[in-house]
């Protein structure tokens, strides 16, 4: 967040290997968006409010929020945070609003697919619904036992007739979610348990925007660039 006007949002570490640098993986792809003006509070407040859990330092937050010039937009762009301290988990159920609101499509991307019962059961749905469903994950994995554990989910979806992609480039850790050409969701929060009951973690959904159909057309390229796994693939395997 720069000055409270800026704020650059991504679901990548600060690493070399996320830059492509000195990466043990064939190729590191992640996703990230600049936001300007009022939304950029929203990110304001999470960081400090985390900032304050920390340090018990208590801060005055209107010293940080600048003046912010109206903007005429349709867009709706919405930074919002999740912790594990609440009983409400938000961005679980933002991902069982958003997918169950699909009519067309959804493309998920997660470097790792831990699902608990409601998001494995939903996505299941939309895909027996008609819906084009569509997860892509990496091809190779920075912790070999995560991705046997992702593999564990992927019979079960093929058959329901979900895609599962496998991003062969190298290794994707981009957290998104897109829901036909209307939403969009980046965030910190992988596709799995932990992220979504016992982390803090940050997202930006955005709906009626422009952004949207660019991430969409990025994550087909993801999409292209992957091998569609079959049952027969997973027999191989075993």
Same mark, same amino acid.
């Given at each position: 967040?720069?000055?409270?006007?800026?704020?650059?949002?991504?679901?990548?570490?600060?690493?070399?290997?996320?830059?492509?640098?000195?990466?043990?993986?064939?190729?590191?792809?992640?996703?990230?968006?600049?936001?300007?003006?009022?939304?950029?509070?929203?990110?304001?407040? %999470?960081?400090? +409010?985390?900032?304050?859990?920390?340090?018990?330092?208590?801060?005055?937050?209107?010293? #940080?929020? *600048?003046? $912010?010039?109206?903007?005429?937009?349709?867009?709706?762009?919405?930074?919002?945070?999740?912790?594990?301290?609440?009983?409400?988990?938000?961005?679980?159920?933002?991902?069982?609003?958003?997918?169950?609101?699909?009519?067309?499509?959804?493309?998920?991307?997660?470097?790792?697919?831990?699902?608990?019962?409601?998001?494995?059961?939903?996505?299941?749905?939309?895909?027996?619904?008609?819906?084009?469903?569509?997860?892509?994950?990496?091809?190779?994995?920075?912790?070999?036992?995560?991705?046997? %554990?992702?593999? +564990?989910?992927?019979?079960?979806?093929?058959?329901?007739?979900?895609?599962?992609?496998? #991003?062969? *480039?190298? $290794?994707?850790?981009?957290?998104?979610?897109?829901?036909?050409?209307?939403?969009?969701?980046?965030?910190?929060?992988?596709?799995?348990?932990?992220?979504?009951?016992?982390?803090?973690?940050?997202?930006?959904?955005?709906?009626?925007?422009?952004?949207?159909?660019?991430?969409?057309?990025?994550?087909?390229?993801?999409?292209?660039?992957?091998?569609?796994?079959?049952?027969?693939?997973?027999?191989?395997?075993?």
């Amino acid at each position: 967040v720069v000055d409270g006007e800026d704020a650059f949002f991504t679901s990548m570490d600060f690493a070399d290997e996320c830059a492509n640098i000195e990466s043990p993986n064939k190729y590191y792809k992640g996703v990230g968006i600049k936001l300007s003006g009022k939304a950029v509070w929203n990110l304001c407040i %999470l960081f400090l +409010t985390n900032w304050e859990l920390a340090t018990e330092e208590k801060i005055d937050y209107n010293c #940080y929020m *600048p003046k $912010y010039e109206p903007i005429k937009s349709k867009d709706y762009i919405l930074p919002f945070g999740a912790n594990p301290v609440t009983i409400e988990k938000v961005t679980k159920n933002v991902y069982l609003n958003a997918i169950n609101s699909a009519k067309e499509s959804i493309i998920i991307t997660t470097p790792y697919l831990i699902l608990d019962s409601e998001i494995n059961i939903i996505i299941k749905l939309a895909s027996k619904k008609g819906i084009d469903v569509k997860i892509v994950l990496p091809s190779e994995s920075t912790t070999k036992w995560q991705q046997h %554990l992702s593999r +564990t989910y992927y019979a079960d979806l093929i058959r329901s007739g979900v895609q599962i992609c496998e #991003y062969l *480039p190298g $290794y994707i850790h981009c957290n998104t979610l897109v829901i036909d050409n209307a939403t969009a969701i980046i965030t910190t929060a992988n596709m799995d348990f932990r992220k979504l009951y016992k982390n803090y973690d940050c997202s930006v959904i955005m709906y009626n925007s422009n952004v949207v159909n660019d991430i969409k057309q990025d994550l087909e390229m993801a999409v292209n660039n992957s091998h569609v796994v079959t049952l027969r693939d997973l027999r191989k395997r075993k």
